[in-house]
């Protein structure tokens, strides 16, 4: 990751998901050495704050107060983790989608929870996290858990489709991979589409043994490169005949990050954000990273 920023951005709006996504953050951020700034959009001031309405200014008061609390509240979480750390804070009155977005532009990372607490929180999951996975200018991590806990054992996961964006994830993930000192499992699949859909009865079915050789070969040819970055890597390859949404759900399992980019092959931009990846951030079992293009020098 060379073109983006070095500030790690977490948005918190006071939900125990928040928390563990302030924690996780500021982990990275740690270990990393980056700065973490938190941020908090108060949505619920910008829908009424120009309405005639009795009691309206008092009710922003509370809000402000209550912003102030998750903030300092997310900011002692952080240090906690670690007391060196330089952390910032930002509470704006917009959405918490907008806010995200546009620290984005300066971040290397912004951290969303897997779930949040509702409108006057900041809407960080549901309308925020569609927007932000697919508006950032960075890589977008949203973090979930597993049985109530955040695993930080197992793999890093890959998905590979032979996109440009698949490429960065693919670098992304051996960079995490190598960070963290586990192996990197790649999961390809040959097709954004359902192998029965596409193909029918099994009377019209090709030979999927006649295919396996070949996309091996196209999928060490992909990971050659960044192998050759990261020789400390241990990879293990799993190719998919169908469409990779279920494979990358069963390795989150297992996994402690699951890595995709946020478009798919072909120039369909966001076929993954719209499926696997869509997925992956309701239904993983693990952080999710989302490899967003990087800006352009």
Known sequence: MTAWGRTMVVGTDGSPGAQEAVRWAAAMASERKRDLLIAHGMEFILRFH????????????????????????????????????????????????????????????????????????GILVGSAVPTVVSQAHCPVAVVRDRDGTVPTVGP???????????????????????????????????????????????????????????????????????????????????????NPRQALLEESAHAQLVVVGSRGRGGFKGLLLGSTSQALVRQAQCPVLIVRPEPAA
């Open 50 to 121: 120009d309405l005639d309405i009795a009691g309206i200014d008092e009710v922003g008061t509370l809000a402000q107060h209550v912003a102030e609390s998750y903030v300092a509240e997310a900011r002692e979480v952080a240090l906690t983790v670690d007391r060196s750390l330089t952390v910032t804070t930002e509470i704006v009155p917009e959405s918490a989608a907008a806010l995200l977005v546009d620290l984005s532009r300066n971040a290397r990372m912004v951290v969303l929870g897997g779930s949040g607490m509702g409108a006057l929180s």
């Open 156 to 242: 890093v996961v890959v998905g590979v489709d032979g996109s440009p964006n698949s490429e960065q994830a693919i670098g992304v993930a051996f960079e995490e991979a190598s960070f963290r000192g586990v192996p990197l499992v790649a999961v390809y699949a040959w097709s954004d589409i359902t192998y029965e859909y596409m193909y029918g009865t099994a009377k019209v079915m090709p030979q999927w043994e006649a295919i396996e050789p070949a996309e091996q070969r196209l999928l060490a040819q992909r990971l050659a490169g960044c192998q050759e970055d990261h020789p400390d890597v241990q990879v293990r390859r799993r190719l998919v005949r169908n």
